[in-house]
DNA sequence: TTGAAAGCGCTAACAC
DNA sequence: GTGTTAGCGCTTTCAA
């Protein structure tokens, strides 16, 4: 960068013909401070033509702000590979920018070193946080969370230990995916397999799984572990583990698969096995990703509003960074299941509703 | 955040009985002060115990670096439903962690707002910028780049005016959408469709239409405009856009989308019409997002390689923030066709290959 | 109404 | 080898 893009408050006072002190109480609109109309305007006008922004690193030293949310995202593969997360990035960004901070996206490659976001917030990078997908083997966040560092949670989860003190937006994962196999259990299933979100270490994976298990159970149907496959977020998994589901007869006459994602790669795998959707396999995703409505054929889901979610998670991030205290720290959002095609529910006519 | 958190270099210098100099070189490694092997020790254990961590805006303050890069996404929708972008997000996170740096997530979602990442940069936010997909009503970058603050930009881009001072990581999409549309003249299809990536805005979807056109006029065939629809990198603009396309015969036998995402729409909207993929219409995509070989049928497409773009572009970034200037201002990244089923080119004995 | 001066926490040149 | 000190650019109290 050139030198002439250095602009500092001093140089413009200097073209204003002011002290720095009455350009900070212009630019910051400071309540107190008498400025007259006319030496106002010159400030802002000489602002304006040096094109002056306040240093960032001096500001936040002074004010002990930064301005800035952090995003954790617990594994760097959910990221590349999970359609539901660019729609919450996407929110999230927005609805930051509209409460003027900036998002600073922190990927976790190893469960292991627990310093990740620590560091963040130590080294005072971050007004708050914002944890997507909270792994049961964090250790670091309930520390954060004890200590009264604004922290909210996207997803699901339960502490009780903690519990008036963790914010989070959640959906009812639980009730969720018991009501997505109920229905399929009222379409006359009987043998339902699962292929979960992810590996057993996400609270989201085992809620969903446990939600699975508890609608069979209240069915009277038996829960067979060998029905149940781990999956790991992306279609190539989910593929996989239907082509192992699919490898001795009886075959399941229907999937619940932890995210839409591995839907997707699993109907690729039954496909290739030559069995219908949904005639020999009806299947249900979760998440109703962008593209879940244009799979072939449209896929039945449960409907995680990520859009909404990433919204009120900075809502409720930034009122707590100012010390706001929200009515309830959690909110609860409806889930509902979206029926398209690939359950069986719907007839062919209607099959391509979206 | 408790007062107990705020751990400063004088509490870690107090408790380890030396003064914050001594705490300062031994934690920065400076090269020519010499520490007794006990001093160092005691220091270290101190900052360990005290869970200290420099406070990122003094630091920046005075060193002038953040250690942050920008990366700006041009349009905040595409984020939202293009699969392609979280693969390079993860990248891109990965690589800059590796390197020291910290991702701060720039969407735009106005065009007309010039301000939006020339204020990240004048407020010294961040050491560098990352560009994905620049639009062609871009007037802020060029002005960046002439400053010579550092820019990567990923995608193809040619400014004759300023042609050595473009740094990107690039593939060549005008001969790669060549190639793929030549693909499917070769398999004997002269009605061939395009959906656009974008709205004309994008330079890569300028380029990517222009090499479709100029495979069809070096093959003899007629370009026509009625065989070409805008998208909007969504599965729901493919859609859309194929719907239209299947309005009136004759019907095209095949389509180049400008995405894969978009590629998946539109193949619902031919299966809708009773069409076959790829007996009644072949489909060509563009990226090879990770979900592509997982359609029904799989999909042919173009290769971006995500991954290595990603980090390619904060390589160069890293080094050009620290004077290094690389080789060649541009690196050129192969794009091959991926041939699946989707375009008829392979047997069907074969159709299912990942 | 405006200006002088202190200090946020850190690094690094310069003494000791 | 280690400590003293001067800023980095900004906000904000206090005085004029």
Redesign the pocket.
């Known amino acids: 960068m050139t030198p002439k893009s ?5 140089q413009v ?1 200097k073209r204003a ?9 212009v ?2 609109n ?1 309540p ?5 109309e ?3 305007a010159r400030v802002l006008q000489a602002a304006a033509e040096l094109g ?4 960032a ?3 936040s ?4 702000q930064t301005l800035t949310l952090g995003l954790v995202v617990s594994h760097a593969e959910h990221l590349k590979v999970d359609a539901y997360i660019p729609q919450l990035l996407y929110s999230l960004s927005h609805t930051s920018h509209r409460h003027g901070y900036r998002v600073l996206l922190e990927t976790v490659e190893d469960v292991s070193r627990a310093d990740v976001y620590l560091e963040l917030v130590r080294g005072q990078r971050i007004d708050g946080l914002i944890v997507l997908n909270l792994r049961s083997d964090d250790k670091q966040l309930p520390e954060l969370i004890r200590r009264n560092f604004p922290v909210v949670l996207i997803g699901f989860r339960r502490w009780a230990e903690l519990e008036e003190k963790v914010y989070a937006v959640e959906t009812d994962d639980l009730e969720a995916s018991s009501r997505a196999t109920q229905h399929l259990i009222g379409l006359g299933h009987t043998r339902i397999a699962h292929i979960t979100f992810s590996p057993d270490n996400y609270f989201a994976t085992q809620t969903r799984h446990q939600g699975y298990r508890l609608a069979l159970e209240a069915a009277g149907l038996e829960y067979n572990p060998k029905l149940v496959r781990f999956g790991n977020y992306s279609a190539a998994s989910g593929y996989e583990a239907m082509q192992k589901l699919l490898q001795r007869k009886p075959y399941p006459t229907a999937l619940f698969a932890g995210n839409d994602t591995i839907a997707l790669g699993a109907m690729a795998a039954i496909h290739e096995k030559g069995l219908r959707i949904p005639q020999d396999i009806a299947v249900v995703g979760y998440d109703d990703i962008p593209t879940a409505p244009y799979l072939i054929p449209p896929l039945t889901t449960i409907q995680i509003p990520a859009v909404e979610q990433g919204r009120l998670a900075v809502e409720m991030l930034s009122g707590l960074i100012r010390g706001v205290v929200p009515e309830r720290p959690q909110i609860r959002l409806p889930a509902p299941l979206i029926v398209r095609a690939s359950c069986g529910a719907k007839q062919k006519a209607k099959a391509y509703q979206r």
Chains 1, 2 share one sequence.
């Open positions: 250095r602009v500092t408050s001093h006072a013909g002011v002290s720095r002190t009455t350009v900070s109480f630019l910051n400071v107190g401070a008498n400025i007259s006319e030496t106002r002056y922004v306040p240093n690193a001096a500001r030293l002074v004010s002990g």
